[in-house]
């Protein structure tokens, strides 16, 4: 409660922070630390936390004010969830995944953090089904999907006529076989459509334009400078109600610091 009385909004955020931060330097992650801080989110959801142990992860999130933290292992590119708020009923999910997932609850929320397959269509489905078999019909309502689900939203797919990013797709494939992202040449949505029949809703979904939060460009390869996309989202179960506010945050931080933008949902009436 405020200091009126009126409820505090709730705020979240998830970032891909690339690779671990990229630069495994105290002053690096201190920046990352200080934005954190800023922002102020009350639950922060990260993927590709490269190079973390839980205790240094614990310790990262202590500097911006989360005193509580999970990280889903401590190899490969795990995802992690850090709260203002104590994480229970926790499950980490490797087997059968090509990154994980971490289910767990923050007041009385069911937060799934997920990282699908960046290289494999069919996987991210099989992923996707998976994330979803283990909410059941009673906490879907009262669940959030986030993170990076490396797969293109049904909604925005006017966005993709002009078949550049199916195109990039191709030249990804050429150059790297193991990403084969195309299902029979063209762009696969059912993964995302997926979630929406499952009755969760897109806050950031934008008829008007694509709301980007992902570009290839820092990656250094300039035949991908058209993999520039929507591919990170936060979903709500039907009991959010209220989105007060919503973006893919872009500012001096974030243009510079990785491939990916970090999304935000801000929501009300959350006890």
Known sequence: MTSHGQQKNFRIISYNVYEGMSKDTTAHKSAFA???KEKDPDVMAFQEMNGFAQQRFEE???SYGHPYAVLLKENGFPVAIT????IVNVEKVIDNMHHGFIKATI???TFF??????????KRQEEIDLVLSTASSGNKTKAIILGDFNAQS??????YKDGKMAQVQKLLHSKYPVYDNLKNGSLDYNVIRTVLS????DPLYDSKKLNISFDAAIQGDPDLNDNVTRIDYIFL???????????????????????HYPVLVELAGIH
């Open 154 to 159: 049904p909604q925005d797919s006017v966005f």
């Open 60 to 62: 990262f999130a202590r």
């Open 198 to 201: 499952n009755g969760f809703t």
């Open 83 to 86: 709260s203002k708020y104590p």
């Open 107 to 109: 007041k009385d929320i």
């Open 113 to 122: 953090v997920v990282h699908l397959s960046p290289s494999k269509y069919w």
């Open 34 to 36: 200080r934005w954190i």
């Open 237 to 259: 179960g039907t009991f959010f109600k209220k989105v007060v506010k919503k973006s893919i945050i872009r500012d001096a931080f974030t243009n510079k610091m990785s491939d």
